[in-house]
Nanobody
Framework: QVQLVESGGGLVQAGDSLRLSCAAAGRTISINAMGWFLQAPGKEREFVAAVSWSGGSANYADSGKGRFTISRDNAKNTVSLRMNSLTPADPAVFYC???????????????????WGQGPQVIVSS
């Protein structure tokens, strides 16, 4: 089993940047990729970005391209999501998760991911 611990959420002002981190522990040998998803109030959880466990490949949702950067620290078994130019439209709970259940090296479908982190909240004030 893999355990995930997230950190880095909080309150920021519009235009600020924020970095979320997700540390994986346990049976990390089973991980092919790690992804970030967000869930805004009243909406479905949606894909943000994913990176292969080796760190060699990454994929982004169109909404995050150019503003969000996902990165992998092999030595620390952590994945980070750097978010720039945050706007009041960005607030959500951000979840990291491990994948891919299908065995793929990189994936972006929600059902491919398990388990999930606790979900730090990001609030953006105008």
């Amino acid at each position: 089993q893999v355990q995930l611990v997230e950190s880095g959420g909080g309150l920021v002002q519009a235009g600020d940047s924020l970095r979320l981190s997700c540390a994986a522990a346990g049976r990390t040998i089973s991980i092919n990729a790690m992804g970030w998803f967000l869930q805004a109030p009243g909406k479905e959880r949606e894909f943000v970005a994913a990176v292969s466990w080796s760190g060699g490949s990454a994929n982004y949702a169109d909404s995050g391209k150019g503003r969000f950067t996902i990165s992998r620290d092999n030595a620390k078994n952590t994945v980070s999501l750097r978010m720039n130019s945050l706007t009041p439209a960005d607030p959500a709970v951000f979840y990291c998760a491990t994948g891919c259940r299908s065995g793929r090296r990189l994936c972006w479908v929600r059902d491919e991911y398990y388990p999930w982190g606790q979900g730090p909240q990001v609030i953006v004030s105008s």
